[in-house]
T-cell receptor, first 113, second 113 residues
């Protein structure tokens, strides 16, 4: 199993550009989520999904869109990038049952100039 | 709302010495608690988790943590640190249903020879 994969690893955008961060998992996990990590702030939940076709907002959803058309994929879209979205983005997934842990991808480092 | 406090931003420990990293949480019900470790430029790896039962939890790499409900704490310990333990450590609490993880701001651990 590859686990949770994320692409790209690094990305530089100009203000106003759009892009999609890709996340995929091959563990047949129902639950997937996106976090951003900023210095001194830990990780904060952006959006999450409890299954295909179901998404919900986390702590910091503004400026981001998600969709979940398949169990495997959970892309994160930035429609109009802003410098405040410069961050490291992590995708995570976990299996069924509330007593399971989340597995994290390697992250995408995004810089918006 | 759930929250996590890690009061120590940075800790320096000599190799071979014991370690304790502090974590305090706020949550209205019985929490799900986690410790993750992050090496520079890497994703997050789960060290251990607490859902219920025995309040002393054993994890990987020789780490353990103790859940103390009366103190709202979940401190991480290791009896003898190794240079490879240098990393950033995050405590996290999940809501009932384990859908949303809330992270602390992290503690950076430095090991000196």
């Amino acid at each position: 199993n590859a686990g949770v994969t994320q692409t790209p690893k690094f990305q530089v955008l100009k203000t106003g550009q759009s892009m999609t961060l890709q996340c995929a998992q091959d563990m047949n996990h129902e639950y997937m989520s996106w976090y951003r990590q900023d210095p001194g702030m830990g990780l904060r939940l952006i959006h999450y999904s409890v299954g295909a076709g179901i998404t919900d907002q986390g702590e910091v959803p503004n400026g981001y869109n998600v969709s979940r058309s398949t169990t495997e994929d959970f892309p994160l879209r930035l429609l109009s990038a802003a410098p405040s979205q410069t961050s490291v983005y992590f995708c995570a997934s976990r299996g069924a049952g509330s007593a399971s842990e989340q597995y994290f991808g390697p992250g995408t480092r995004l810089t918006v100039t | 709302a759930q929250s996590v406090t890690q009061p120590d931003i940075h800790i320096t420990v000599s190799e071979g010495a014991s370690l304790e990293l502090r974590c305090n949480y706020s949550y209205g019900a019985t929490p799900y608690l986690f410790w993750y470790v992050q090496s520079p430029g890497q994703g997050l790896q789960l060290l251990l988790k607490y859902f219920s039962g025995d309040t002393l939890v054993q994890g990987i790499k020789g780490f353990e943590a103790e859940f103390k409900r009366s103190q709202s704490s979940f401190n991480l310990r290791k009896p003898s640190v190794h240079w490879s333990d240098a990393a950033e450590y995050f405590c996290a609490v999940a809501n009932f249903g384990n859908e949303k993880l809330t992270f602390g701001t992290g503690t950076r651990l430095t090991i000196i020879p």
